[in-house]
């Protein structure tokens, strides 16, 4: 191309150019105030203030027809989540008769503890059965109302699903529950809850590991054939819960699966052993196992019950694996994506996010981690200012693509822990979402 052709299309080029960066930003900010739009006349406040609960009413509809709900959060850490959310299983207790509440904690502990609700303080329920980040005054109030609704016979029942180890409430419950029947079997499962809870902290090779491992996992076999062996006088020692068995037998086998596949996997990478595949590696082996334990307390403990779930948005949210980039840059799978497609269809899954403020870091409740404030520009936070109010729920489920809810339906910025940005399609992952205007660190109670 010669110079005279190049000087007479260069300018042409340059306005073309200027004029079609015009055109996508004029474009842009037509769709935003599309949505904006959109979102001032769909977005449904929520006022904490209102005793009657009216502004909840309308989750009658939305969650027509689904039997669990699922309470997202983008950090553990943060009391307007934790508040928000305790008013909402209240709601969902006493008016849409969800009667059972499912923690991410430990399944063994939050059982136990529960069974033995009746001969504890709110306060020690809670912190015997929940990890240490929701232990708040928000939640001790949750904890208060279980125990009065399960005086008052409309029990909110407590249970978990993860495969975390914690303080180990459920080794001082079931001691007593064995004891009454053979104190030496009692002592067996003292010692050897004792030693299940510092299996991977305490070995040094992978042989002791297995040494210890094996002479454990005999032991749990030793208690379940036990437990088989005495039922009836077991049972008449345990809780006078129709579950109360169940859970016990459930826990001690639980014991023995954590050990031969997530405590497997964490040894070996203590060791610097990494598996080849991605799913065998114990952060994603968790989810898998947290699922199988809330697919067990779905069909099985509880198949008849309608189920609230508390858990990070991470978990919960519906397929990581169709994530655009999530905050670990993996995209690995999830909970959500272990969960058999017949329970996803009775579920109803709630993400929540944070506009401002800032929450508690979960690796020591203590460090505080600011939110990123101003959000990304066309971000979930940023979007959902235009509801103009402090806290809104808006529904992703019953929603159509079209101008004013595209923004569903097109890769958009959500931040994981208030900083870390995430890329997803919003009706991708959630039904639904809550948006916190602001949000502070939670005061952990000693």
């Known amino acids: 191309m010669n110079r005279i052709v190049v000087k007479m299309i ?56 689904k039997r669990i709900v699922q309470l997202g959060e983008t950090t553990h850490g943060a009391g307007e989540i934790n508040a928000t959310k305790v008013r909402m299983i209240k709601y969902l207790h006493e008016e849409l008769g969800y009667d059972v509440l499912a923690f991410e904690s430990d399944f063994a502990n939050t059982n136990a503890s529960y069974l033995n609700m009746d001969q504890s303080t709110p306060k020690s329920t809670m912190k015997n059965s929940i990890y240490a980040v929701w232990h708040t005054e928000d939640v001790v109030e949750l ?39 053979d104190p030496e079997k009692a002592e067996l499962l003292s010692q050897s809850e004792n030693d299940f809870s510092t299996l991977v902290t305490d070995s040094s090779t992978f042989d002791e590991f297995a040494q210890k491992k094996e002479r454990l996992v005999k032991n749990y076999q030793e208690l379940i054939k036990f437990a088989e062996t005495n039922d009836s006088a077991l049972k008449a020692h345990l809780p006078k819960e129709p579950k109360a068995y169940e859970m016990f037998m459930h826990s001690l086998q639980l014991r023995i699966d954590v050990m031969e596949m997530y405590m497997l996997g964490e040894m ?112 979930l936070e940023a979007l959902l200012k235009a509801a103009d109010n402090p806290v809104v729920f808006v529904d992703f489920l019953h929603t159509k ?45 000693k």
């Open 268 to 379: 070996k990478e203590k060791l610097k052993d990494y598996p080849e595949n991605i799913e065998d590696f114990s952060f994603y082996m968790r989810d898998r196992m947290m699922a199988e334990q809330f697919q067990w307390v779905a069909e099985t403990l509880y198949p008849n019950k309608k189920i609230i779930v508390w858990g990070h948005n991470y978990h919960l949210r519906k397929q990581n694996t169709k994530m655009i980039q999530d905050w670990t840059y993996v995209n690995g799978p999830n909970m959500g994506d272990y969960l058999p497609e017949r329970l996803k269809k009775q579920t109803y899954t709630i993400g929540i996010y944070a506009y401002s403020g800032a929450s508690l870091d979960s690796s020591d409740n203590k460090t505080v981690m600011s939110v990123t404030s101003p959000p990304p520009p066309g971000s």
């Open 401 to 445: 693509n079209k101008k004013g809810t595209s923004w569903m339906y097109t890769p958009r910025t959500a931040l994981y822990w208030g900083y870390k940005e995430e890329q997803m399609i919003l009706k991708e992952q959630y039904d639904g979402v809550i948006w916190l205007e602001h949000i502070t660190p939670s005061v952990i109670i």
């Open 143 to 181: 904890f208060a109302y279980m125990k009065e609704q399960k005086e008052k016979g409309d029990p909110l029942i407590l249970t978990g699903f993860d495969i975390q180890g914690m303080k180990n409430s459920f080794n001082d419950a079931a001691n007593q529950w064995v004891k009454a029947v």
């Open 10 to 65: 260069l300018p042409l080029l340059i306005v073309c150019l200027a004029f079609s960066s015009f055109s996508v930003s004029a474009r842009a900010a037509s769709e935003e105030k599309h949505w904006e739009r959109w979102i001032e006349r769909h977005a449904q406040p929520l006022d904490a203030s209102d005793a009657s609960n009216k502004d909840l009413r309308f989750l009658k509809k939305v969650l027509k027809g």
